[in-house]
């Protein structure tokens, strides 16, 4: 069985921008699949719980749920995207979408709204060290979700302790082992926090 590195490709905020404001009247038999994946890039949610949320689950500006796999129960505050799909859902008859069809529509979508630079994934089948090279369309599945959410409000500067807190992460060694993050972005973020002390100290130029 493939493991988990094999799923641990994250869309970054600009390419969820890209399938958010995708146009799929052509293709309207997609929209709650596209839906479904932004509210979860949005919220940190496993697909186990974004799939079946409810009306009475949003208080205001949060979402309020008990996550089935943890027991874990997060406070989410809405971003205004998360609160139109969530105000859609509500309006008709929702019927969840399974895990399987999710998994193969998605991509198609993210293939749609141009999401198909090559990259590789390394994983280990049996003893056998294995390298794959696919579109990155074809690595997104609802697990994406989380780690995009994850990944980026890590990159944005919000403290780690409180991402875990909606994620539901017991450690910060199991949070650090699950975002994604290139030596490209550690540096930034790296030359971003640099910036900022400069702005606030001296000019020393060891600052």
């Known amino acids: 069985m493939v493991g988990e590195e094999v799923d641990a490709e994250y869309l970054n905020w600009e390419e969820i921008e890209m399938i958010w404001k995708l146009d799929l009247s052509r293709h309207s038999h997609f929209i709650p699949y596209r839906d479904d994946f932004v509210l979860g890039c949005l919220t940190g949610l496993r697909f186990s719980d974004f799939s079946v949320l409810e009306s009475p689950d949003i208080r205001g500006e949060y979402l309020f749920k008990k ?56 994983y280990t089948k049996g003893n056998k060290k294995i390298d794959e090279v696919k579109p990155k369309c074809e690595w997104i599945t609802t697990h994406t979700c989380r780690r995009s959410f994850c990944t980026n409000e890590f990159l944005a500067g919000t403290p780690v302790e409180l991402i875990m807190k909606i994620s539901g992460h ?21 030359k971003e926090l640099w910036d900022q002390r400069s702005e606030a100290a001296s000019k020393s130029i060891f600052v």
Not at 175 to 189: L, T, V
Request: hydrophobic fraction near 30%.
């Open 170 to 190: 017991k450690s910060t060694k199991d949070f650090y082992r699950y975002i994604r993050i290139s030596p490209e972005q550690a540096a930034m973020k790296v």
């Open 67 to 122: 996550q089935q796999k943890s027991r874990h129960r997060v406070v989410i505050p809405l971003r205004q995207a998360a609160k139109d799909i969530l105000g859609n859902r509500f309006k008709k008859d929702y019927e969840p979408l399974t895990n399987a069809e999710f998994n193969r529509h998605i991509k198609t979508v993210c293939k749609l709204a141009g999401i198909t630079e090559r990259v590789k994934h390394t």
